[in-house]
């Protein structure tokens, strides 16, 4: 084949790959219009949760937990990615103060900007049967995490460790959320995180993911809710992990998740380390969330203990899951 010819493809290659380059941007060149520290602490999540999957990843199970090496110590995978991330907060030398589910106090950190909430591994307990788990967080600024509302978000994120490892994130002054899938690079660094979706819209649909079914029972409100999906064929997609069943609705583009309250069961979702990090995300990509009444990002929080009951996802869902449910047989405070 003439030299000009093999030229000519070459430079053909090339003009492909910078445009699948600028179409599917690195985590850090995507980030490079946000204020210099929100980037900082952002990445520090991208790269924690990175460490996280291949911790997991190389896990060694039993029927009680999964451990893996930190350092020196055989760690629990929980235990393991709640110390990974305090470190990669730390080292950010922009954060003040963390919270984690693991351990829900206030801590310092040592920096100055940010303060981060956060779920290291949720699912933790599923994590031996090989199903999908995740990492939640929130950011926000300033060096407190109580007294603050969700709607003061600089940044949240998800990180699903399944099939794929992919972070779904939304981020102040970027509109909507964008997900960015962990691709191995076959180095020590274990892979990059490459920009590979946007979402900026859950529609209705009939897909829905009810969390704690036993509140039917004595939650009237919810029962009706629940026959209504039934008698309506939606389409049940449920894995019993927050982070995989959130995901999919931004990944689908339409349906609800719920986690519903009633007098003998009561919430167990805490709306610092889950609830409002999950809500952020989903109304930056065109959904809406709801304690039974109004946004839970405009729900104070007082304590790292407070929990709620939430819906999240499609406008419309939401709404018929306040006119069904409310908060009238939840058991909670209206305030």
Not at 190 to 195: M, V
Request: net charge negative; proline share 4%.
């Amino acid at each position: 084949m003439p030299r000009s010819i093999l030229k000519a493809a070459s430079m053909d290659d090339d003009l492909l790959k910078d445009q699948v380059k600028a179409a599917q941007p690195l985590v850090e060149e995507w980030l490079d219009t946000v204020e210099p520290k929100l980037k900082k602490v952002t990445l520090a999540m991208f790269q924690a949760c990175k460490e996280i999957a291949y911790k997991i990843r190389t896990a060694s199970c039993d029927s009680m937990a999964c451990f893996n090496e930190f350092g020196d110590e055989q760690l629990a995978i929980d235990i393991l990615a709640n110390n990974v991330i305090f470190q990669a907060l730390r080292d950010s030398r922009v954060v003040a103060t963390a919270s984690s589910e693991e351990t829900p106090v206030e801590d310092p950190m040592g920096g100055y900007g940010f303060s981060v909430a956060f779920d290291p591994l949720d699912g933790s307990s599923v994590i031996d049967s090989n199903f999908a788990v995740g990492t939640i967080f929130g950011i926000w600024p300033g060096s407190k995490l109580t007294e603050v509302f969700g709607s003061e978000l600089k940044c949240s994120g998800l990180c699903v460790y399944g099939p794929r490892t992919s972070m779904s994130l939304a981020i102040e002054g970027i509109p909507g959320a964008h997900e960015f899938l962990l691709v191995d690079d076959f180095s020590g660094r274990h892979g990059q995180w490459i920009k590979t979706n946007e979402f900026n819209t859950i529609s209705e649909g009939k897909l829905f993911a009810p969390g704690n079914l036993r509140a039917t029972q004595d939650n009237p409100g919810y029962k009706e809710l629940f026959d209504f999906w039934i008698s309506n064929q939606y389409q049940l997609r449920y894995t019993g992990g927050m982070v995989p069943d959130v995901n999919q609705l931004l990944i689908k583009g339409k349906g609800v998740f719920v986690n519903v309250a009633s007098p003998n069961t009561k919430s167990k979702l805490r709306l610092l380390y889950e609830v409002a990090p999950l809500a952020y995300l989903i109304e930056k990509a065109g959904g809406r969330s709801s304690d039974g009444e109004k946004s839970v990002l405009k729900v104070q929080i007082k304590t790292t203990e407070q929990r709620t009951q939430v819906a999240l996802g499609a406008a419309r869902e939401v709404d018929r899951f306040e006119k069904y449910v409310g908060k009238k047989y939840s058991g909670e405070d209206k305030a």
